[in-house]
């Protein structure tokens, strides 16, 4: 089968023949129809990760139908159409992982491939409204965004929330889930063709981080006050900015963030968080019973991944050097076949 | 001024013209433009309150405008279009309600009348969306409704709620609520015709309670299984159908009542609570900060209640006995003036 | 070796000598030192369960050396004490157990006999401080206890606890955890020597609820009021008495149970529910996260499980009647080899 | 009445006689018989509040017995011995103050006076088992202590606390209050001195943080891995030594400050915060419900305040410097009358 493999780090992405995966007890094994990008897949291509193991096949986002079972695996799933849960083995608590985590596409052969093999309690049904595209465009990303929107920020709906850096794909979908639960929604973007994108999407409004005064631009947009008006920030940037988001926080706000591409968190002011009594979670992606709560959602509400460019298999380095300029506006999606 | 009084108990209300309050200090006088009706302004008229205190004003909704102020009040309410929370003195603890809670309409004079002396701190601005009639509608019930369902219950946005006895003020928020907060409902009513309204009004499905399968009904109809179905169910029944609730509930799931309407709760089996850790709570109306976050949820989604049929004020006692008998799809509702 | 054996259901257990079995990948074989018993072991001798599998080495409870471990075990085990967590499979959502879920002891073989086999994921090191007596009498009703009492109840130091039927040996866990966490304690028993006792273990009072004003009376001792006392109220016995519960319960009050020993629950008045916004819990055993918080308290604190009466594996019978009696006043534990 | 008096900034604080103040409507007058000191009074001394009134009797902590009352309040309370919540006008939300909220102290006058005039909702009886001066030394650092450590972090009886900084009022307060609710509980100081006495108050352990090593120290301590050991961590330092706390966190842990006695929090690693998935919160001082709560679990548990040194109400100003200088271990003392 064809997929695209890591040899070495800091290498372009080469896309081989290999051989087809069989599923042993308890796996199956996915005929892929599409898949699609993350930053964690730049970040193995660049070695970032302690103990990478090459070569791999990378890709944690997939849909395609079920072409085999392993023993043990519940006949049903042949010829299912369905997506794959990338967070494996979180464990017993849901408030943390375990030491077994981890996430498909490295160490075990990911997604950009033609064939996959996955234990089988890791498939979805794919949601019936969407495409393959669309599909693959949910796993990685949407489960990151539900656990930190509503499970570590437990979003309330009607409450004010706040998106940073929106483009990316966590993001949006914590655009798209917030604006489908009732919040009242803003976003922050160095891109204003961004913002008035994710107003589209349901946004009340958003301001330019590149303008030195955004904090205030935001408050005296939201018509909030010198006390903040958000109750819940998101954010994946981490940084200098981060003491800001305080800032703009109401009392009491949540602040949850699962990345930090802009650097070390400097310059908390102790009395800003104190005084305002504010939350601050660190989160990532989730446990299976949020993964399933994400998809359900997502089938509830009819939403549609916001979908960048598509590539085909063969052009997965070009898309992995789309994903790392970033200047996409939603996910990047692999065809396959 | 013109107001509807309970002069005796099990006594038809009647239309007086009585003086106009005067605002003491930290009160304002609000020009009513319309009322609404709850069963408890019925249940007042039979005198079911302990230390009922007759002649009183009935209601407890009411939208208007701010014709005086009080020492001590902010002069920009004056002229303001608002809703009144009639839910006064809840106390510093969120989880229940002080000794010195009480509701507007008795013992305090209510809203069925041409003017109403309330603290200014229980205006909150009328959306702008709403009409006067419209707003009139949701204080009580919205309160209600968005205290069982979010604060009690803790309905995260995808999960699968059941609201009973579909039709009454409260139940129909709970729809709305439920719905426009991106949860999968269903709603059970003894009338078919009811459970047409609340799918038009999003419910994905409903099933009538006089049928005595109708537990099985509503499991085949969803696709849940011998372990339920219900992650939230949100009910003002009680009575011997109370138990029923405990069987299409899922595991894990929440239960929230704020109403016993048809008795005692009675042979409740300790093991269906038990194996499947069900959460059963008590609710009643809530507190300031519940009230300020459902008027802004209203707000922010652009909801408009649901309205029975509008009454002139001098048609108090008929729109009483309509709210008595049981029939009506919404809020009840005064025109005044 | 021997063992003690359910041949058909309503016979007294036999002692047998069997097979000794094998462990397994990632199973171990303990080399049981002492047993303990639960109402479960008289529950499966009766049958009374769903989908009995006869026949079955009978027991929950156990604690012992690892002498035997199989593939992929670590061999740090060899030689270790232990005690073993009984709530196997529990699954991957905290707030409930999965469809998989089984307790050590049917349809697995428990802890009755000589040798266990059990996956080495369910071991824990014995506390230091407690005979392999002590310690077998912990597993089965010190996590039941601890999920009712921390996780469902969530009690927090300081608060009013009620225990009822004090006397068994969850009860008893329930009463010695709460001491020892700061709280204030009563409890209800139909023996008044049992609340002496009750008394001597920490508990500041207790009342008989064979007196029909139990609940006045409980009521004068703490200084209660009309609108009650506790704020944490723990139940096993369900049936009429437990209306009684919700007079005693402050505006609040969490009241969870694990059982339902006199049958079902009649009679809730709602109002009394939901205006004290009660909130009543069903729960069971627990996670294996809550079996490894509630070792660490009883090490922490160094507690002492009430130990009722000490038999030998042999007189298994014997020591099984004496739990269905009810006059015991701790566990009851089986010693062997 | 002899009263501690600041009349500017920067200057001693002067011992004065001025007029005794008189109880108006819901009010009372308290003869106090002791106070004590906090940061804070050393704070407004220095003018480090925004908007200070001056001049002002300062002093948040007092006891003493009531000797007048106002119109509207009990009788019960004339000749009560009482302590004082200093939080004041809290407001609705459990999770953060109001705009109204302040501290007795300033800008009202406080109780390093002989005389007090404070509304009567903020008394509380004197718990029996504490003296005077014992009693003076409970609320203000009771009450940050008890809402960082229950309400904020949420301790679970049995976890394990990390308190840094021991010594200060609020940290011993911590250490007392996760020892008399089974918690494990370490400690730092910068004095090997001040750690020993945490330990003969129950704490497990500490280290000294001038040791630059002191996380590794305390990890091979506590027998914790690389991967933390705490599961609670209160602290009021903030400071760069914060981002280490983050290294002795556990997965999931829960790390809640008030305080920020060595400047602002940096060099924060956002992956170390969200791959564990810490939980950081501020917290001030609480609610009236949390001073309740406090006060009745000190009494339940019989619990002494630490008592540092003991002044004169006339050597108020050698009291503060001792204060200042910070080589205190528990709570400074003035003895009034
Ligand atoms: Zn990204
Ligand atoms: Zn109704
Ligand atoms: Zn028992
Ligand atoms: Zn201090």
Same mark, same amino acid.
């Given at each position: ?7 070495? /780090?800091?290498?372009?992405?080469? /896309? ?9 007890? #308890?796996?199956?094994? !996915? ?12 970040? !193995? ?11 791999? $096949? ?8 079920? &072409?085999?079972?392993?023993? #043990? ?40 491939? +033609?064939?996959?093999? %996955? ?17 693959? &465009? ?22 004010? !929330?706040? %998106? ?5 794909? !966590? ?9 489908? &639960? #009732? ?36 408050? &005296? ?33 949540? /602040? ?8 070390? /968190?400097?310059? $908390? ?23 399933? +709560? ?35 506006? #939603? ?7």
């Amino acid at each position: 089968m064809k997929a695209a493999i890591i040899q070495e /780090i800091n290498q372009p992405v080469s /896309i081989q023949d290999v051989e087809k995966p069989q599923a042993g007890a #308890g796996e199956v094994i !996915v005929q892929l129809k599409a898949a699609a990008l993350n930053h964690r897949d730049v970040f !193995v291509q660049q070695g970032k990760y302690p103990g990478m193991k090459l070569p791999v $096949i990378i890709g944690s986002d997939g849909s395609g139908v079920v &072409a085999e079972i392993g023993e #043990g695996v519940s006949d049903e799933w042949l010829g299912k159409e369905v997506i794959i849960n990338p967070s494996h083995n979180w464990g017993p608590d849901n408030r943390f992982y375990s030491k077994a985590f981890k996430i498909l596409g490295m160490p075990d052969n990911g997604t950009f491939a +033609e064939y996959l093999k %996955v234990e089988a309690k890791y498939l979805h049904p794919k949601p019936g409204h969407l495409s393959f595209e669309a599909a693959a &465009a949910v796993p990685l990303a949407g489960l990151t965004a539900w656990r930190a929107l509503m499970s570590r920020a437990g979003m309330k709906p009607g409450e004010r !929330v706040l %998106v940073t850096g929106i483009g990316g794909g !966590v993001a949006l979908f914590v655009l798209q889930f917030a604006v489908a &639960a #009732g919040a009242e929604v803003w976003v922050t973007s160095g891109s204003d063709e961004k913002i008035e994108k994710a107003m589209a999407l349901g946004a009340k409004g958003g301001v330019n981080y590149k303008d030195p005064n955004w904090t205030k631009n935001l408050i &005296a947009a939201t018509g909030g006050d010198r006390s903040g008006y958000f109750e819940v920030i998101i954010d994946s940037a981490g940084g200098p900015h981060f003491a800001k988001l305080i800032d703009v926080a109401t009392a009491g706000a949540r /602040i949850c963030f699962f990345g930090g591409t802009t650097g070390n /968190i400097t310059d $908390i002011v102790p009395g800003k968080v104190f005084f305002k009594q504010l939350n601050i979670y660190g989160s990532t992606m989730g446990t299976e019973a949020e993964f399933a +709560e994400m998809v359900r959602f997502i089938e509830e509400n009819g939403l549609q991944p916001v979908l960048d460019e598509t590539f085909a298999l063969e052009e997965t380095e070009k898309a992995l050097r789309r994903m790392d300029n970033g200047t996409q506006f #939603g996910k990047i999606v692999l065809k396959i076949g």
